[in-house]
């Protein structure tokens, strides 16, 4: 039986893949999920998570929050059943490179503030952001685009042309 939730966190539950089980329940009702403070390093290629089956289709979740998860890189769809995510939040995470799969047609918020990782050999030089990602107007709803400690070796105009 399908429960009614608008929100639900579960941060601080070392957990270390998505719950997709127990966000089937609740994926039709779903608005705000906060999955902060987990372990998540590779989002959407750890066990049962792969790709597009980590979160299952939730067509009214608007709200995002993966915090503080350690997530040091993003597979491609892994955000791609969720269709009217709106609000994407991915501070304190030490990822490196902006992730195709963070092209979401209809997100108006992206907040990424990266997190220095002390772990032995994933410490990048720079953050990897790359050239023409708004050029195809996928992104064009995105209004709010926080980038914080990301460390640009080189920012130009042609970033952002789109």
């Given at each position: 039986?399908?429960?009614?939730?608008?929100?639900?966190?579960?941060?601080?539950?070392?957990?270390?893949?998505?719950?997709?089980?127990?966000?089937?329940?609740?994926?039709?009702?779903?608005?705000?999920?906060?999955?902060?403070?987990?372990?998540?390093?590779?989002?959407?290629?750890?066990?049962?998570?792969?790709?597009?089956?980590?979160?299952?289709?939730?067509?009214?979740?608007?709200?995002?929050?993966?915090?503080?998860?350690?997530?040091?890189?993003?597979?491609?769809?892994?955000?791609?059943?969720?269709?009217?995510?709106?609000?994407?939040?991915?501070?304190?995470?030490?990822?490196?490179?902006?992730?195709?799969?963070?092209?979401?047609?209809?997100?108006?918020?992206?907040?990424?503030?990266?997190?220095?990782?002390?772990?032995?050999?994933?410490r990048q030089s720079f953050f990897n952001f790359p050239a023409g990602l708004f050029e195809d107007l996928s992104m064009?709803?995105?209004?709010?685009?926080?980038?914080?400690?990301?460390?640009?070796?080189?920012?130009?105009?042609?970033?952002?042309?789109?």
């Amino acid at each position: 039986q399908d429960l009614n939730f608008a929100s639900l966190g579960f941060g601080k539950n070392s957990l270390v893949t998505v719950p997709m089980k127990t966000l089937y329940y609740v994926r039709k009702s779903l608005r705000r999920l906060n999955l902060s403070h987990n372990y998540f390093n590779e989002m959407g290629s750890t066990g049962a998570n792969q790709a597009n089956s980590t979160f299952p289709v939730m067509p009214h979740l608007e709200e995002l929050i993966l915090d503080h998860c350690d997530i040091r890189s993003i597979e491609l769809h892994t955000f791609a059943n969720l269709p009217n995510l709106k609000l994407l939040s991915l501070k304190s995470n030490p990822i490196y490179t902006f992730s195709p799969a963070l092209i979401l047609p209809n997100l108006e918020a992206l907040h990424l503030y990266v997190e220095d990782d002390d772990e032995e050999g994933y410490r990048q030089s720079f953050f990897n952001f790359p050239a023409g990602l708004f050029e195809d107007l996928s992104m064009e709803k995105l209004r709010i685009l926080e980038l914080h400690n990301v460390h640009f070796g080189d920012l130009s105009d042609y970033h952002f042309k789109g």
